[in-house]
């Protein structure tokens, strides 16, 4: 026979073990009636014989390549396997297949570190001795929505280490049939601890605030009847405060929308100033963001931006609103408002120093500011990034005792206190963003 009329062998990815078969299965048929074989032989010529032993050896050739190419293949397809065996044990989320019996058939090592146990000991075992009872029928419903629709669920439920301690986890499953094509879930097992009890944590923290809240409500509410003559500011106040109360009821868990709920309770106080401290975060994002703070540190910018006049609430409004000058005791009363914030703000647990920059934001380099007239370095960056912010915003907006100066007024301002009022690099920055590449106030 010759290899030029003889089909090539498709072999490649053959497995070892099915190639030896092969050879053997082949040997013993040759081996089979070996007189047969020396007849046809004996009836070959020396030259039909020469041609015989040419073919069987290009053959042997052949095979014998083809074999190296069976064994490179081989070699290759046990590196694939090793590799999505070490990245299906050390991904950093639990796989597991589950039978329809509740059976854990096979199971990665990040499921087994989840649950505290052996992974020898944790297949066939059922995945709801593992559930903590109160929440077994969270995974009984999500996997009759499976079998129903076909389609993957989600589910959060609470499971039991072999130790006793419990964990939050999320699961991602689909029905994927076996061999028998009875549905198995494939299941992917998220470790959620830390986010449920963060969540539980700002839940705790909201009703806190409402709280407190409610309290500086009530507070507000009888000022503001022992003012007798502000019989329609009263009024106005009343409904203002309802308006209060059906935010503070709004309150659960979403931080931000705290804040902006006192930011509103402070701009009510002071309605010429509306927008000012919702302007001042912003800014002041702006000025952290060029100064290349991170996106945490500019969130807490922006936290303290809203809240930094929220002590305004313990001056009367008509000192707050006046058209004119203020005498020596009303600039007095108004500069209490920055430790006010700070007593307001000082047992809330932010992520960030936000009573401290609160407090600082009118300190100034050269020590001549309130309300603790520190200097330089003494007062936090955040807080020296709020006061110019404050200054900007202020100068280049209207206010009932003068109009608008502008914002190239308001520039020319932080320029002349750079280094003495001011932190030199905060202006560098705060002049680039304006000068140079063309940042505008929000509206």
């Known amino acids: 026979m010759s290899s030029n009329n003889q089909p090539h062998r498709q072999t490649t990815g053959m497995p070892v073990n099915e190639a030896k078969s092969l050879r053997q299965q082949a040997e013993e048929a040759f081996l089979a009636n070996p007189a047969r074989l020396a007849e046809h032989f004996d009836k070959l010529t020396p030259k039909a014989t020469q041609d015989a032993l040419y073919e069987l050896r290009v053959d042997q050739i052949e095979l014998e390549m083809q074999n190296d190419e069976l064994r490179r293949s081989q070699a290759e397809l046990d590196t694939s396997q090793a590799r999505y065996f070490d990245f299906y044990d050390m991904a950093p989320v639990g796989y597991c297949t589950v039978k329809e019996s509740e059976l854990i058939e096979q199971a990665n090592l990040t499921t087994a570190t989840l649950l505290g146990m052996n992974r020898a000991l944790l297949v066939l075992q059922k995945i709801t001795r593992f559930i903590l009872p109160d929440d077994q029928d969270i ?111 709004e309150l659960e868990t979403a931080f931000m929308s705290t804040v902006q709920v006192v930011n509103t309770l402070s701009e009510m106080r002071d309605p010429y100033t509306a927008g000012h401290e919702r302007k001042v ?66 047992d809330v647990k932010f992520p960030w120093k936000i009573a401290e920059v609160v407090r600082q934001h009118h300190e100034r380099i050269d020590g001549s500011g309130y309300p603790q007239g520190l200097k330089g370095e003494a007062i936090q960056l955040e807080a020296r990034i709020l006061a110019v912010a404050d200054v900007v915003e202020a100068m280049s907006s209207h206010r009932p005792y003068r109009p608008a100066r502008g914002i190239e007024a308001a520039l020319a301002e932080i320029e002349r206190g750079c280094g003495s009022h001011f932190d030199v690099t905060v202006v560098n920055a705060c002049l680039s963003l304006f000068r140079e590449k063309g940042y505008v106030i929000p509206d």
Request: hydrophobic share 40%.
């Open 281 to 346: 975060a912003e800014i002041a994002v702006a000025i952290g963001a060029e100064l290349g703070l991170s996106a945490r540190d500019q969130e807490g910018l922006r936290v303290a931006g809203y809240l930094h006049d929220i002590g305004k609430i313990s001056i009367p409004s008509e000192i707050l609103s006046k058209p004119g000058a203020l005498r020596w005791t009303e600039r007095q009363l108004i500069q209490e408002h920055a430790q006010a914030s700070y007593e307001v703000l000082k």
């Open 139 to 249: 995974f009984y419903l999500m996997r009759q929505r499976i079998l129903e629709t076909g389609e993957p669920q989600r589910c959060e439920l609470r499971f039991v280490k072999q130790d006793g301690t419990t964990f939050w986890a999320c699961l991602d499953a689909l029905a994927v049939p076996d061999h028998a094509g009875t549905p198995s879930l494939r299941i992917v097992m998220t470790d959620i601890t830390e986010r449920v009890l963060a969540t539980k944590e700002l839940a705790y923290q909201a009703e806190e605030k409402g709280k407190r809240a409610a309290e500086l409500l009530v507070a507000n509410r009888e000022l503001t009847y022992q003012a007798e003559e502000k019989g329609k500011r009263a009024a106005e106040l009343l409904i203002a405060n309802q308006e209060i109360k059906r935010y503070i009821a």
